[in-house]
């Protein structure tokens, strides 16, 4: 082994030398930037002057068209150019930062030597452009850093299995370009790095795991193959993390066939959006389309429509009564089915082979085409045909129809009347089109270029109401098949109410995906934009309709699905979801599970696996901290004491991020309402859009995904946390600590609690604190 390589001197050496590449990289592409620069205000200012405009023959018009195209090229390359190099400036800096967090020794199987792989954020090449000083942490041999201890080692690449021998695995923490510590390892990655990250206060923003991913977490980053991958991982095991890495491995490796804004990452809610908006930025990665499933809905539904979200459904459920509860349980879980959507098929096959509910086209009040005649058109049409089809030819007819409506309107005196109130402006411009197309302009043809100029933005929103499917109600046929849904006594009792709410355009969420589904087999659905990977975070909070829907969307896209089978907060809604094992998709389907938890502290996972609902295995990293502390608020102390006291109690510890978390967003109301004149405190709710240090207060479902130095369960008593379903609740809630937990009950404590060993938890009770103080 090369001995001196290896030293510390050496590697301090190699750090000072990559550091004055990286500056000379950066002196150079400034240089070359603002030549860029200049070359392109240039171009801007000049771009008519190499352009001989001839207007005279055919010819003459091709070519001048030809060298406007030309121009416009090198401007558009040029302007790319600019923009690379802007890319490339802002790696440059991060390189500066931490330009390498690891080193592999790899010597290729038949080879004499032994290469020194630096791995980073991005890589760098030394001055001459020949060799790597840095690879990508995304390159194929960068994967033996992540999944070997020093050994015999193998990696894939695009065409082949490499194999070899890793000789040393070391570990940098750099710091604003300044070494601080060296480790070398012989098992898998050390795991001084990863504590140091871990014992790190919680951030406002997630932070990139690039330099200290895990193996397990490293196979669903790089992982290939199957269309579907479904990540089951624990509490704080780094499935959202793995998630953002594998979006910026994917995106690094199919470079020409996959941009950002063809991936579509769909996360839990928007504070959960804006807590992770900074990964991909960080790893040199655009960020992609993110979206909340409810945005995704309410993009593609009618704009007029109320769509209640997800958190108004659960809110509304937990102020039921019990055995309401049970039957609005029932209700949403028939809705959430893929069986409803074979029943919405099956009845829009019946709605084919019968007719649809149109609507008559008027236009200034008057009838123009009845809607009967619409059904007739509509019953003309080819029996076979699927109902899309037949809509765009009913759309053709109609536009067809109102054309020569137009020309019939042309002539009428209301036309004439609307030509008094037209401006100088427009005359002029009548004019001149006249003139440049008759050669010289008569009264005439401007009178009738007016009347052209009136009747087409007079049938303009006619037009748009055809193009957009208006002249059908989809709306009142979605609401006649609810009507008309067989069902047991609670669909029954539903069915009621939520005609009702329809008829408010109010759309119950349990119906929403329904009734876009729905709606687009008749009209089309709305698919904008090519979406080729789909990423749903939390995907245990999805029913199988709503997957089904996505899948049926989007069939060639692959999907990664990551979720927590234990933190199934709907499973209000659907005890059924994609990240469940027994769920069968028609296609394969492939799972990795993540077993071993990150964010909390050992104690804390250890308290909550007592009441994970459902036997998963859960790791904890070995990371200390004290026992989580549930506390019995006796009748001498208010809530808002208590909360006080333990606020300050955490806040003395240091931490900066503590939430108190309640079930419901009244349960926060009212904290809220006793804590604001005393402290500062902010109140989380559906509409916040960032997530900010301090004291907050946050009901679970909205907690998702985040996590805090300190949590303080507000009221985890036995009428709070009773229902099965609460199990799920009370274990996302407890699962948000890093470092602290803080549990506390009046009189009785949640059933689920009980089932927790006496030694895992501090018990204690709290009495005023004047006395306490006393
Ligand atoms: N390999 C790793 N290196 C450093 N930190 C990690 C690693 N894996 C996970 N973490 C940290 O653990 C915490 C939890 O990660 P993440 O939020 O990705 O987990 P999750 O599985 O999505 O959690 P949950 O389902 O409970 O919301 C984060 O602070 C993350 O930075």
Redesign the pocket.
């Given at each position: 082994m090369d001995k001196q390589s290896n030293s510390h001197e050496f590697e301090y050496q190699r750090l000072e030398k990559v550091l004055k590449i990286i500056d000379n990289k950066q002196s150079a592409l400034k240089e070359q930037s603002s030549k860029v620069k200049e070359d392109v205000v240039e171009l801007r200012k000049t771009f008519w002057d190499d352009i001989t405009v001839n207007m005279d023959e055919m010819d003459d018009i091709i070519e001048t068209q030809e060298s406007i195209k030309q121009q416009s090229n090198i401007l558009a390359q040029k302007e790319r150019h600019y923009g690379k190099n802007y890319q490339r400036m802002k790696q440059l800096e991060r390189l500066k930062n931490q330009p390498y967090f690891g080193r592999v020794d790899f010597q290729e199987e038949g080879s004499e030597d032994i290469e020194k792989i630096y791995i980073g954020t991005s890589s760098l090449m030394d001055e001459g452009d020949k060799d790597f000083l840095i690879y990508d942490w995304r390159a194929p041999i960068s994967s033996i850093y992540y999944d070997y201890a020093p050994g015999p080692v193998e990696y894939r690449t695009e065409e082949e299995t490499v194999q070899g021998e890793m000789s040393l695995k070391r570990q940098y923490m750099i710091r604003n370009g300044k070494m601080k510590g060296i480790f070398d390892t012989s098992v898998t990655i050390i795991d001084e790095m990863?504590q140091e990250?871990?014992s790190e206060a919680a951030d406002t923003q997630?932070?990139s795991?690039v330099s200290?991913?895990?193996q397990e977490?490293n196979a669903v980053i790089r992982h290939r193959g199957s269309k579907v991958l479904v990540v089951q991982?624990a509490?704080?095991?780094?499935?959202?993390?793995?998630a953002l890495q594998r979006i910026a491995y994917l995106l690094y490796h199919h470079r020409t066939n996959l941009t950002a804004n063809q991936v579509l990452l769909l996360s839990p809610n928007d504070l959960f959006s804006s807590y992770v908006s900074n990964v991909l930025p960080e790893l040199g990665e655009e960020p992609v389309n993110q979206q909340t499933f409810h945005q995704f809905v309410v993009n593609s539904t009618d704009n007029a429509l109320h769509v209640d979200s997800p958190f108004e459904q659960i809110e509304k459920l937990m102020r039921l009564e019990e055995k309401e509860q049970e039957k609005q349980m029932e209700v949403i879980q028939h809705f959430s089915s893929v069986a409803f959507m074979d029943d919405i098929k099956r009845q829009l096959e019946k709605l084919n082979q019968s007719n649809l509910t149109f609507r008559s086209i008027r236009f200034r009040n008057e009838l123009l085409i009845d809607k009967t005649e619409i059904e007739d058109y509509f019953a003309s049409l080819e029996k076979d045909m699927r109902l899309p089809n037949k809509m765009e030819q009913v759309r053709k007819w109609l536009l067809q129809r109102v054309r020569a409506f137009q020309k019939e309107e042309m002539e009428k005196d209301w036309v004439l009347d609307q030509m008094q109130l037209l401006s100088k402006d427009d005359y002029a411009k009548a004019y001149h089109e006249t003139e440049q197309e008759e050669g010289e302009s008569s009264i005439q043809d401007e009178e009738k270029v007016l009347r052209e100029k009136i009747i087409r933005k007079a049938f303009a929103p006619l037009q748009n109401m055809i193009r957009q499917n208006r002249f059908v109600n989809t709306f009142k046929m979605f609401m006649d098949l609810i009507a008309e849904l067989n069902g047991n006594g609670a669909v029954q009792e539903y069915k009621v109410d939520a005609i009702k709410l329809l008829r408010k355009k109010q759309l119950p969420w349990e119906l929403a995906t329904a009734y876009n589904f729905f709606k687009g087999e008749i009209t089309g659905h709305e698919v904008t934009r090519p979406v080729h990977l789909i990423v749903i975070d939390e995907a245990q909070d999805y029913t199988p309709f709503q997957f089904a829907y996505l899948r049926y969307l989007y069939p060639y896209a692959s999907f990664t699905l990551l979720g927590?089978v234990n933190?199934a907060i709907y499973s209000y809604a659907s005890e059924e979801n994609p990240i469940q094992e027994d769920i069968s998709l028609e296609e394969s389907v492939e799972r990795i599970e993540l077993t071993k938890s990150?964010?909390s502290t050992k104690p804390i996972v250890d308290f909550a696996s007592y009441f994970s609902p459902i036997d998963q295995p859960i790791e904890a990293f070995e990371r200390s901290g004290p026992l989580p502390e549930v506390v019995r608020l006796t009748k001498s102390i208010s809530e808002k004491d208590a909360l006080l006291h333990k606020i300050e109690e955490k806040q003395q510890a240091g931490h900066e991020t503590i939430a108190i978390i309640a079930k419901t967003a009244d349960a926060c109301r009212k904290i809220y309402q006793q804590l604001h004149k005393e402290i500062d405190v902010k109140q989380i709710n559906e509409d916040t859009k960032t997530y900010q240090k301090g004291v907050v207060i946050v009901p679970v479902y909205l907690a998702?995904?985040i996590?805090f130095d300190a949590v303080i369960l507000a009221d985890a008593s036995s009428e709070v946390y009773w229902h099965p379903a609460d199990k799920y609740l009370l274990y996302t809630a407890c699962?948000r600590a890093m470092h602290d937990l803080t549990v506390l009950y009046t009189e009785e404590m949640s059933p689920f609690l009980k089932d927790v060993p006496k030694e895992k938890y501090r018990y204690t009770t709290i009495v005023e604190r004047q006395e306490e103080e006393s």
């Open positions: 990863l990250s871990l997630m932070k795991i200290t991913i895990q977490q991982g509490a704080g095991s780094g499935k959202t993390s793995a927590d933190q990150y964010r998702k995904g996590e699962t």
